[in-house]
């Protein structure tokens, strides 16, 4: 796998000039030439990039789905993310590219909270599409972090990661409304999600295939598990783990309420490897042990 170690690096299979910051650019995107080198067709790289990018060529293959590139769409890659790109002759268009190296963020609070921004873990398909208002705002915003990059002093970190902090939770909010606005779509999705939750243990398949988890019902829905956990709490203000447990929970107080089957067994039909782990997720969402509950129903 080719990795493509700086920011120095990048500008120059861009044909770019040295960057004004050796750790964090603004790049031109009709300013660019990719080089048809090797290094595309498998790379990753030690930085993260946010893509505003409008009427480009060529695609782009992110994990195991390929993108074509539209307008005013905003994609985002973190460090170490397997990528490739598929083009003869690229031709970028307009558009901008901001990439930071993760260093750059030492020290900062941002290190810590980069982790929330879940979109940097979407795949390409389930980029942000954009206003023309929301993408004026972040164009604002990237001119600013790119004025900044030509004063390195002491307080330069401190106002690019401010602007970039700003930037991310631009897309949070643009993000929010992408889900709220495809209504249609999103309405199927949420359908096909509670058809999967119910079908996987109407069918047995927790005893068969173990305990679901998220990305098994990620990829059954070829989404990428952030996004769609992202969906789920902007539509039903749960993610994709508390919608799993409160299936669980809900089955397991069927099964101790309706049959005579103990605890261990209870626990392996919903997919648990061990009796105990099942009885310590049940307590901490009943408040109540299984026997204690099913006692309970009994008396009542």
């Known amino acids: 796998m080719n990795i493509i170690p700086s920011i120095s690096a990048f500008h120059r299979l861009l044909s770019l000039p040295e960057p004004k910051h050796p750790q964090v650019s603004v790049i031109n995107l ?6 048809d080198d090797e290094i595309w067709k498998g790379f990753t790289n030690r930085f993260y990039c946010v893509a505003l990018k409008r009427d480009a060529t060529g695609k782009m293959k992110y994990g195991q789905q390929h993108y074509d590139y539209d307008k005013g769409v905003l994609s985002f890659t ?5 990528q490739y790109l598929d083009f003869h002759n ?6 901008h590219l901001l990439i930071f190296h993760e260093d750059f963020m030492l020290s900062h609070p941002l290190a810590e909270t980069i982790s929330n921004f879940g979109f940097f873990s979407y795949a390409v398909n389930e980029a942000l599409h954009l206003s023309e208002d929301e993408e004026n705002d972040l164009i604002e915003i990237l001119h600013k972090i790119d004025k900044e990059c030509q004063h390195i002093d002491r307080h330069t970190q401190e106002i690019i990661l401010s602007q970039i902090d700003l930037l991310l939770n631009y897309s949070n909010r643009f993000y929010e409304r992408q889900f709220i606005t495809r209504k249609n779509s999103n309405h199927q999705l949420l359908a096909k999600f509670e058809k ?8 047995d398949k927790p005893a068969e295939k173990g305990l679901l988890t998220v990305h ?6 070829n989404l990428s598990p952030n996004y769609l956990s992202d969906l789920l709490r902007i539509h039903t203000g749960q993610n994709t783990q508390q919608h799993i447990h409160e299936k669980l929970i809900s089955r397991a107080k069927e099964k101790l309420s309706n049959t005579q ?3 261990s067994e209870i ?3 919903l997919g648990f490897e061990h009796a105990q782990s099942f009885s310590t997720l049940f307590k901490k969402k009943t408040q ?3 026997l204690e509950f099913r006692a309970k129903f009994k008396f009542n």
């Open 196 to 203: 999967f939750l119910n079908d996987y243990f109407d069918q």
């Open 261 to 263: 089957l103990s605890v």
């Open 90 to 95: 690229m031709e970028c268009g307009a558009g």
């Open 267 to 269: 626990a392996y039909i």
């Open 288 to 290: 109540m042990a299984p």
């Open 216 to 221: 098994i019902i990620a990829e059954a829905m």
């Open 78 to 82: 973190a460090p170490n993310q397997v």
């Open 30 to 35: 009709s300013e660019s030439i990719f080089l």
